[in-house]
């Protein structure tokens, strides 16, 4: 045990896992989240273009910014049901068609409703990327490099975001009318890419196991570990989480369902009826997710020009280019991260980089409210301090809390209501980044830009000190283990029910709420 009460990280194996096969498909299935980032980065300059364009208020451009977040609700629940009912790899699917459709309707929209039509539909191609790329990727993961796969889906965000800043940098200089157009439609082209790559992706082999081909899944694990024995082994475990008995075999199999229905099963154990080790996943799984955008995260990427415009940075090349800087740092941590999160540990980076965001939060803030008190006076120190803290602030996010939520979030449920509970975090994540999104220009004119961002500084204690409090390290433990974690039993919650006694005390007083 830790010194702080809460279980130690066991070390990935120093055996080389076979992580080529998975590396393949991380990689396939995280080009969702490309699209995803793109239409979150691309839309925080192309709304200072499609504002004079379709000459609409501020108001309406709030609502346009974070109604995407709003809208990915229905994707977020709709991807827990899809790839539970379909599989995740099919599932992938619709990611990329509601990509193609909605940035088609985007790029040919005549008007504020035909846009706000379009980023309907792409929001709910945002709803399922956030939620299958994490998870099917940590299906297929080895233990060993997990946490590095599952980052691949954080990366392509930040590649995405990037491609968004660049995006308008280069359309900038065509018409009006025109350029805004050509920001939003081009992010067709990544879905059709992505289609045509995931026919050949294979399946989870959890989801495999959860609809007993069991055939199936071993031809998978067999590729995914280094030898028949581990594979094997692996499949057991996975067999004894869904609930299919030790001594039950075969290529396809029945598996054995309780009374009530398979999906008011899931609802119930996770949210209507949870044991209390389930309780306190979902409550961890909840807090990572929501404190990633009550933070601020989502704001400052989506507002970022005009957080260098209030600091006194003039002209739309200047500001573009100071965007696209702050593009440039979030994808270069992020690839540091990713080889940090199966060496350091996820605990520890999330707790660096919760301490390294408040600390930009409050120089940001500091530097805006300066600037805000000089209106007539350029203070030069002040504009760099500002342009200093944005970029450590994304830095920080990005070696931290941006990587580590999808990873931890993933592989601390259970596989029976995984895809649900990862949906339901998702969707508040989502919820959050939409009302922050939507509210951000009208909070910052009540309590100025830099009174925002002293309050995002404040959230970010709070979940520092949450973090610190109730998340216990995962590194290098399979998915069937970390049930442990949080103090259930072997052989799951209705064990766990019959004989509460039995689960780990250390665990239980460190995370009880």
Sequence with gaps: ???????????????????????????????????????????????????????????????????LSIYSIVGSFAAGMTSDWIGRRFTVIFVAAFFFAGALLMGFASGYTMLMLGRFVAGIGVGYAIVIAPLYTAEIAPASARGFLVSFAEVFINLGILFGYVSNYAFARLPLH???????????????????????????????????????ARVVLEKITDTPEEAEERLADIKTAAGIPEDLDGDVVVVPRKRGGEEKQVWRELILSPTPSMRRMLLAALGVFLFQQLTGSDSVVLYSPRVFESAGITGDDQLLAATCAMGVAKTLVILVAMFLLDRVGRRPLLLCSTGGMIVSLVGLATGLTVVDQNPDARVPWAVSLCVASVLAYVSFFSVGLGPVTGVYTTEILP???????????????????????????????????????????????????????????????????????????????????????????????????
Aim: aromatic letters at 8%; glycine letters at 12%.
């Design 1 to 67: 045990m830790a010194s702080d009460g809460l279980p130690e990280a066991v070390a990935p194996k120093t055996k080389k896992s076979n992580i080529k096969y998975a590396s393949t498909c991380a990689v396939v299935a995280s080009m969702a989240s490309i699209v995803l980032g793109y239409d979150i980065g691309v839309m925080s300059g192309a709304s200072l273009y499609i504002q004079k364009d379709l000459e609409i208020t501020d108001v309406q451009v709030e609502i346009l910014m974070g109604i």
């Design 415 to 513: 596989l029976r209501v995984r895809a649900l509970g990862f949906a339901v975090g998702a969707a508040g994540n989502r919820v959050v980044s939409g009302v922050m999104s939507m509210a951000f220009l009208s909070l910052s004119g009540a309590i100025t830009l830099g009174g925002t961002f002293f309050l995002y500084a404040g959230v970010a204690v709070l979940a520092w000190v949450f973090f610190f409090t109730c998340l216990p390290e995962t590194r290098g433990r399979t998915l069937e283990e970390m049930g442990s974690l949080f103090g259930m039993t072997d052989t799951g919650p209705e064990a766990e029910d019959a004989a509460p006694g039995t689960q780990d005390a250390s665990c239980r007083a460190r995370l009880l709420i």
């Design 178 to 216: 025109l350029g805004w157009r050509f920001m939003l439609g081009i992010g067709a082209v990544p879905s059709v890419l992505l289609a045509l790559l995931v026919s050949g992706m294979p399946e989870s082999p959890r989801w495999l196991v959860m609809k007993g081909r069991l055939a199936d």
